[in-house]
């Protein structure tokens, strides 16, 4: 947030700098072209000095092209009113020191360039529409669960994943994004109260959240499950009923080996929420 007021101040301070060059070059246009020509001497010269030169220098050169300028049309006999003499004056130290400003606040935008890495990185683990972890993280403490149920084979582990997509979701979103990461919050939040701490939540992108569950008791679990999915299709994402599908696999030291990574496990759960899919339609034929 402060960044971007940074980049905005410094944004605002340069499109000061055209307009104010702009005026001048007007100003002097409308008196002669003489004055015009000096005028853009002055401010090309005062945006180089600004943009090119330390700030210390810049002072120095302000004074000093001031006290020779005022030497010369003050003090001689230069035939120009006052306030024109004093606006040719002032044109180089204040484009100098306007630039400068600009320069040195937006020099700030290079954190961007700095710290892109850590950007990535963040935009890689947490999904700042959503806000939740993403499939990377999943991945990567998938794969230490994974790696404690192989080696602790006395403390017979087990990890429960779950998979919860919501139905359909891809019609709201050609027609009207905004609604859609709406309503992708407000299942976020549901699944956010109703699991436990414990529990890893995370969005793996195609309105599909996924939660990783290590060392549930079956009952627990299916307690849970059953409780999540009640408040899950208690919701009114705009004006109707979402659908959701499941997946779901538990690994333990059985079948570890056959799981070693999330990419194997996501393709198991994925073919249960079709299969989920094909069950679900099936009911809604005989009801029909």
């Not at 007007?26 to 000095?49: D, F, P």
Request: with cysteine.
């Amino acid at each position: 947030m402060i960044q971007r007021h940074i980049v905005g101040a410094g944004l605002a301070i340069l499109s000061g700098v055209i307009a104010l060059a702009v005026a001048l070059m007007w100003l002097a246009g409308t008196y002669s072209v003489t004055l015009m020509t000096a005028m853009a001497i002055l401010i090309m010269l005062g945006i180089l000095v600004g943009a090119v030169i330390p700030n210390i220098l810049i002072t120095w050169l302000a004074i000093g092209t001031t006290t020779i300028g005022a030497a010369i049309l003050l003090l001689g006999y230069v035939v120009m009113d006052n306030w024109l003499k004093l606006l040719l004056l002032a044109t180089f130290p204040i484009m100098a020191s306007a630039v400068a400003l600009a320069r040195f606040i937006l020099g700030n935008w290079g954190w961007l360039d700095r710290n892109r890495a850590d950007i990535d990185s963040w935009a890689a683990h947490y999904d700042k529409m959503i806000k939740l972890q993403t499939e990377y993280n999943a991945s990567k403490y998938y794969q230490k669960v994974a790696r404690f149920i192989t080696k602790e084979v006395t403390a017979d582990l087990c990890v429960d994943v779950l998979a919860i997509h919501w139905a359909h979701s891809s019609q709201l979103r050609q027609f009207n994004e905004d609604d859609y990461l709406a309503n992708l919050r407000q299942i976020a939040k549901v699944l956010k109260d109703e699991r436990f701490p414990s529990e890893q939540l995370y969005y793996v992108g195609g309105a599909t959240f996924l939660i990783i569950s290590l060392d549930v008791s079956p009952t627990t679990y299916e307690f849970k499950n059953r409780a999540m999915m009640r408040d899950l299709r208690q919701l009114t994402l705009d004006g109707i009923t979402p659908q959701f599908q499941q997946g779901h696999l538990q690994v333990d030291r059985r079948n570890v080996l056959g799981y070693p990574n999330l990419d194997r496990v996501l393709r198991h759960v994925e073919r249960e929420m079709e299969t989920d899919l094909v069950v679900e339609y099936m009911k809604q034929e005989v009801v029909n």
